[in-house]
């Protein structure tokens, strides 16, 4: 007989989790409507560091910074023509993250918030307490010793741990991923307002 292994997180704990989250979910997918950036809760915390608060603003923080990386490479880095159309979408995108955000607030608003399903769904993923905080270190070294490419792709790590819990989340990552791949292999905005051969064409002649 092989020996059992033993693991974090019990097939009841997985079993329990799963269905209060989907139950949550869909009672935060009943509340939601278009509007701004969400309120930050009172019993949050804004400076919070460790345990859940720690855990939310991390998490936070890391959905505003996506959005600010894909908003400055949309305006520095991508051409006019396309920037256009990720403009066009980019509004969508930011409800998207909106939405992500006041569901991690609403962890906040419970009378337990290590008990909240989605608190739960993100400890049985590793995205609380040291584990979260060892990714968020790594990908804050990788935006400060990378090129953009790099960044976006430490980012997408931690988006698909996130998505199965703040499902709004997957369009942002598909729209990230068509950014990434526009700044890897599309023309880049910097580098064709040099113009380098601004006087000197001879092969349009």
């Not at 419970?110 to 993923?125: F, I, N, Q």
């Amino acid at each position: 007989m092989s020996p059992q292994v033993e693991t974090l997180v019990s097939e009841k704990d997985v079993i329990t989790t799963k269905k209060e989250l989907d139950e949550w979910k869909e009672r935060m997918a009943q509340q939601r409507q278009r509007g701004g950036e969400p309120a930050h809760p009172p019993a949050l915390d804004p400076k919070g560091k460790g345990g859940w608060q720690g855990d939310v603003n991390l998490l936070v923080a890391f959905l505003k910074g996506l959005q600010k990386l894909m908003e400055r490479l949309i305006a520095d880095r991508v051409p006019d023509d396309s920037a256009k159309r990720f403009n066009a979408v980019f509004p969508d995108v930011v409800q998207n993250i909106n939405w992500a955000i006041s569901d991690l607030y609403d962890i906040a608003n419970a009378v337990d918030p290590k008990g909240h399903p989605c608190y739960m769904a993100l400890e049985a993923r590793g995205l609380t307490e040291e584990s979260l905080e060892l990714k968020m270190a790594e990908t804050d070294d990788r935006i400060n010793d990378s090129p953009p490419v790099a960044v976006l792709e430490r980012f997408d790590h931690i988006m698909g741990s996130l998505i199965p819990v703040l499902y709004s989340l997957e369009p942002v990552k598909e729209f990230k991923e068509t950014l990434e791949s526009r700044i890897k292999h599309g023309g880049d905005k910097v580098i064709q307002s040099l113009n380098i051969f601004r006087d000197q064409q001879p092969w349009h002649r």
